[in-house]
């Protein structure tokens, strides 16, 4: 059972500090660490992926969108792997690469954060672009209800932004968070806005989690 999944929190700011502490004490997590004020790169994502690779809107997508957390390197690769475009986010969006047609023997070294602009070529954010069919993102928490939260530097919020504003995503995009199950808690819709945008498909090592945006 999760020990923090009813926990009462009063902010944001006091779930990251408990996920982190927990994560860490519990040797939850892998290289970079410590994970305070990072996206948890948590020890067996692999299953995860193994999840999403099964999913219905994995194998219909052409084009995916990653951010580049540690924890995601397996996403990418195995996108880059099946032949799928991918476009990811430099880290602290300091730029956007669309990588495609990557030689199989080279998708491993592309889908690091240095082999980006290696291996990919650099891009403007606008609607010549290709269509995201996945946005596939880190988080330090979700909740059941689809909300999530991330290390608070708003790089997530600004990607989804720079994203939906060039209409390369929209509302019908499915938006899948990669998670350990520890960080997947019951509901902290009252410390979220409106604005935030939701998750539409957890993913955790454990089990694919589809919460009822509705509610």
């Given at each position: 059972?999760?020990?923090?999944?009813?926990?009462?929190?009063?902010?944001?700011?006091?779930?990251?500090?408990?996920?982190?502490?927990?994560?860490?004490?519990?040797?939850?997590?892998?290289?970079?660490?410590?994970?305070?004020?990072?996206?948890?790169?948590?020890?067996?994502?692999?299953?995860?992926?193994?999840?999403?690779?099964?999913?219905?809107?994995?194998?219909?997508?052409k084009t995916i969108f990653a951010a580049p957390d540690a924890v995601l390197?397996?996403?990418?690769?195995?996108?880059?792997?099946?032949?799928?475009?991918?476009?990811?986010?430099?880290?602290?969006?300091?730029?956007?690469?669309?990588?495609?047609?990557?030689?199989?023997?080279?998708?491993?070294?592309?889908?690091?954060?240095?082999?980006?602009?290696?291996?990919?070529?650099?891009?403007?954010?606008?609607?010549?672009?290709?269509?995201?069919?996945?946005?596939?993102?880190?988080?330090?928490?979700?909740?059941?209800?689809?909300?999530?939260?991330?290390?608070?530097?708003?790089?997530?919020?600004?990607?989804?932004?720079?994203?939906?504003?060039?209409?390369?995503?929209?509302?019908?995009?499915?938006?899948?968070?990669?998670?350990?199950?520890?960080?997947?808690?019951?509901?902290?819709?009252?410390?979220?806005?409106?604005?935030?945008?939701?998750?539409?498909?957890?993913?955790?090592?454990?089990?694919?989690?589809?919460?009822?945006?509705?509610?």
């Amino acid at each position: 059972m999760n020990p923090l999944a009813f926990r009462k929190f009063k902010s944001k700011e006091e779930i990251r500090k408990a996920i982190w502490a927990y994560m860490e004490k519990e040797i939850l997590v892998s290289f970079p660490r410590p994970c305070y004020g990072r996206i948890p790169n948590f020890i067996g994502v692999e299953k995860a992926v193994n999840h999403l690779k099964k999913l219905k809107e994995w194998h219909e997508a052409k084009t995916i969108f990653a951010a580049p957390d540690a924890v995601l390197f397996q996403v990418r690769l195995e996108a880059l792997k099946e032949g799928k475009a991918l476009l990811v986010a430099a880290p602290r969006l300091t730029g956007f690469y669309l990588l495609q047609d990557v030689p199989l023997g080279k998708a491993f070294l592309a889908s690091r954060i240095k082999g980006f602009s290696q291996f990919g070529q650099k891009v403007e954010i606008n609607s010549s672009l290709p269509k995201i069919d996945l946005y596939i993102t880190g988080a330090v928490a979700c909740d059941k209800k689809g909300n999530r939260i991330g290390k608070g530097a708003g790089y997530g919020d600004q990607e989804d932004r720079i994203l939906s504003e060039a209409g390369l995503i929209n509302e019908k995009t499915p938006r899948i968070a990669i998670i350990h199950e520890i960080q997947l808690l019951e509901d902290f819709s009252f410390l979220v806005s409106k604005e935030d945008k939701k998750i539409s498909i957890i993913i955790t090592p454990k089990k694919i989690y589809r919460p009822n945006l509705k509610s």
